[in-house]
């Protein structure tokens, strides 16, 4: 390293570390704390960050087992949290498989076929992607509605229709994934065709090969999305065993029934799992989310 | 050959299937749906058909979903913002008419006792009046509707004791849904406990779509400007139809003060707020990825897992927990503030306390992102230009301002672009925090003074008792005007090529 160094080089470094440090504290107090609330007795328990009488009550809760107080009272899960959290993975990996799979295809005509209004077709799908969800539910409520009424599988309170309804979302995934195979030399796929191959087989045997490492990407951020999609979820879904997470979990924290010690426990346990996938496949991610936005 | 006909024979069991639908739908005169799932198939088959349209077969899926569900959705809500549709004005006319007509009255001219009887046959009811008894032929008691059950004068009443009064109670959910048939074409129920009456059309139509009620002989008119049944003084009968209301919902968010003022209170504080992240999000994200970029620093693995935690907890939990930890009566966040200061800020009740504490949430949850865009970008800076710059005695600030900003400011823009218009719409965030509170006093639709334009939405549509889906479109309208300019500017500053 032939970096030219300043004498207060020892005390910046010190300092950054002691700063980094310090924010790095405040930053996991929040999770710290919830993970020392999980194991408090009761819903309104104060102490300090290690719990002096640790409980197991609220994680025997969230596992779904009913839980024997001192006085001998049983108490009932307040919620089916595993099931939830099973909803939320179903749905998550059914939906972003079929995103990976319709956005590539579509991601390859836009970066190697040359058809009318593609620029266009590429232009609005980002501008209309812009339109919040939100506000688009009435619409979606009175569609699926209506085609539940026909198929019974994709009506309302089904996780068919929020599989489907996720497929909308697509606009952000073909950018990325255009902008990759744009950084992908065309010759090898322009050589298998002089030999021969179709469009077909070009891309399924040369250009799919290639982009193994950004459909990652893409398939861990349509995960994370559609398993963090809150607003469509909470229209469509009604019934109890029915809903994702992202839309059970704020069931705990109603003010008339604050049942803060069982969300604690029930977010650590359905919160983890994600969290740990998330820092596993962090490498790609950052990766991803440069990808796509910069080369354009 | 055989793969042709399997091609053709699977292409044309789906489009049967995909025109049943359409049928379906267009004999529930769901002509919008008939119409939308029409054109999807036509077109699919379009694309499998023909061979000029080969790259679209890529493209068609991922076009069709953006179709179906953010296209389609978004014009039936800009339709929807030009009418009074609301949980008054659900209806079509034709069924609101229908509605009204099958609403009954029960005379009081024609009442009659009774006595239930118990017999093996079933249950049998007798209705006593002067004239003699009418009764019934043995029937079951359940909830719910049922055919309605004959009575005659000529049948005899079946001996031993009716049911007790208190027997009687018991059943008197399946008693209130019976119907009898009295020979002369009268329909009975239920009246009372203790007796049955007549029912009666409450409306009868006469020429002109005008409904008179038969009890009070008051005529009602259609109003097509309103939507609603009215008499001449004015009286409505609930429920209206959905009208056509021109730009009246967009004059009601200028005019109207009652929405003007929380409007535009929400609108300032959705602009304060998604800047204020932008800003805070990026200094703290820059400043940590130029701490995470420098060579001097030991142990950057471990740094940048934990700086990147908030990012990988689910953003709905970290937002509930948040929730709970600002509780003003047990949060642990006021407990410490307590024990260190001796305060205890009513984060939910105060309105600039509880969007501090929406800003402190946010920013917590956005710097990762910030943080890890700064570290790509960093990396594609050369490093001899810090070289350069050291020779030359040029100190962090200087780097900074001179170096690094200027270089990474070109690609960030759009990014930045893009997360400002993502917390301009971040609904779930206020949805799990606040919810919108504490509200905005003298507003007639549910507004709060942390709610952003689309929980605001979210509230009129969905949450008030009057479910003003119509106004709630029209401001959606405003919106997507807003932030579909933003993403043109975005894509003029990227200088995207396509």
């Not at chain 1, 949290?81 to 590539?104: E, G, Q, Y």
């Not at chain 1, 255009?178 to 040369?206: C, M, N, P």
């Not at chain 1, 994702?244 to 049942?259: D, K, S």
């Not at chain 2, 079509?92 to 029960?106: K, M």
Request: hydrophobic share 50%; charged share 15%.
């Amino acid at each position: 390293m032939a970096m030219v160094e300043p004498r207060s080089t020892k005390y910046r470094v010190l300092a950054s570390h002691l700063g980094m440090l310090c924010f790095i504290a405040l930053i996991l107090f929040p999770l710290l704390m919830v993970i020392s609330i999980s194991f408090r007795s009761g819903n309104f328990a104060t102490g300090s960050l290690l719990p002096e009488v640790p409980s197991l009550e609220h994680w025997s809760l969230a596992l779904g087992i009913p839980y024997t107080d001192d006085a001998g009272n049983v108490v009932q899960p307040p919620f089916p949290v595993l099931l939830w959290l099973w909803n939320s993975i179903k749905i998550a990996v059914i939906s972003s498989l079929l995103i990976l799979a319709l956005s590539t295809t579509a991601a390859y005509a836009f970066a190697r076929m040359r058809f009318a209004g593609k620029g266009f077709v590429l232009k609005s799908m980002l501008i209309f992607q812009m339109f919040p969800p939100v506000l688009s539910l009435v619409a979606l409520y009175a569609l699926f509605n209506e085609i539940g009424k026909h198929i019974s599988w994709l009506g309302l309170n089904t996780h068919g229709a929020v599989i489907v309804a996720s497929l909308g979302g697509m606009a952000l995934h073909i950018w990325t994934i255009k902008g990759y195979f744009d950084s992908i030399d065309r010759s090898l796929e322009e050589a298998a065709i002089v030999d021969g191959a179709t469009t077909w087989q070009a891309f399924r045997y040369i250009l799919l090969p290639l982009s193994v490492p950004i459909l990652m990407v893409v398939f861990i951020l349509a995960f994370i999305m559609t398993i963090m999609e809150y607003p469509m979820a909470s229209i469509l879904l009604v019934d109890t065993d029915k809903l994702t997470l992202a839309v059970g979990a704020q069931q705990y924290l109603y003010e008339q029934n604050y049942l803060w010690g069982d969300f604690a426990a029930a977010a650590v346990l359905s919160g983890l799992p994600i969290t740990l996938v998330f820092l596993y496949c962090q490498r790609w991610i950052v990766g991803g989310l440069t990808a796509g936005g910069v080369k354009g | 050959m055989t793969r042709a006909i399997l091609k053709w024979g699977v292409l044309a069991v789906l489009v049967g299937m995909a025109l049943y639908l359409i049928v379906a739908l267009y004999a529930q005169r769901e002509f919008v749906f008939a119409m939308l799932f029409l054109v999807l198939t036509a077109s699919a088959v379009a694309v499998l058909v023909s061979k000029r349209l080969y790259a679209h077969r890529y493209i068609y899926p991922a076009v069709a979903g953006m179709g179906l569900f953010v296209i389609f959705p978004l014009m039936y809500a800009v339709g929807i913002g030009f009418t009074n549709y609301s949980a008054s004005n659900l209806l079509s006319f034709e069924r609101v008419q229908e509605n009204l007509l099958s609403r009954t009255y029960q005379s009081e001219s024609a009442r009659y006792n009774y006595d239930l009887y118990k017999t093996d046959a079933g249950y049998v009811i007798v209705l006593k009046s002067d004239d003699g008894e009418l009764v019934s032929e043995p029937f079951e008691l359940e909830d719910g509707k049922v055919p309605p059950v004959e009575v005659s004068p000529t049948a005899t009443a079946p001996t031993g004791e009716p049911l007790a009064f208190r027997d009687i109670i018991k059943q008197r959910n399946a008693l209130g849904a019976l119907r009898l048939q009295a020979p002369d074409g009268r329909e009975l129920s239920m009246a009372s406990l203790r007796a049955f009456a007549t029912i009666k059309p409450l409306y009868e139509k006469s020429g002109n779509d005008t409904l008179t009620n038969t009890r009070t002989g008051v005529t009602y008119f259609p109003n097509q400007d309103t939507g609603f049944y009215e008499s001449a003084d004015g009286d409505k009968l609930v429920p209206g139809w959905t009208v056509n209301a021109g730009f009246d919902n967009y004059k009601r968010v200028i005019t109207d003060p009652s929405i003007s003022g929380p409007f535009m209170q929400i609108f300032v504080w959705t602009l304060l707020f998604s800047v204020g992240t932008v800003v805070f999000t990026l200094v703290l994200g820059l400043l940590l990825a130029n701490l995470l970029q420098w060579d001097q620093i030991r142990g950057k693995g471990f740094y940048r897992t934990m700086l990147i935690l908030p990012y990988a907890v689910p953003a709905f939990i970290s937002i509930l927990v948040f929730k709970g930890l600002f509780n003003q009566n047990f949060g642990e966040i006021n407990l410490v503030l307590e024990s260190l200061f001796g305060i205890r800020p009513d984060w939910f009740s105060d309105p600039s306390m509880a969007r501090t504490m929406i800003l402190i949430v946010n920013t917590w949850l956005g710097y990762p992102y910030m943080m890890l865009l700064c570290m790509g970008l960093l990396q594609s800076i050369p490093r001899d230009l810090y070289e350069a710059s050291a020779m030359d005695g040029a100190g962090p600030i200087n780097n900074l301002m001179n170096i690094t900003f200027p270089l990474i400011l070109k690609p960030l823009a759009p990014l930045l672009i893009a997360s400002f218009a993502f917390n301009f719409n971040n609904f779930v965030l206020i949805a799990l925090l606040t919810g919108g509170a504490p509200d905005i006093i003298g507003a007639s639709t549910p507004a709060g003074t942390t709610d952003l334009l689309v929980s605001y939405t979210y509230r009129i549509a969905f949450q008030d008792s009057g479910q003003n889906f119509g106004l709630a479109a029209a401001i959606a309208t405003v919106i997507f005007l807003v932030v579909g300019a933003l993403s043109l500017i975005n894509l003029k500053l990227s200088k995207i090529k396509v």
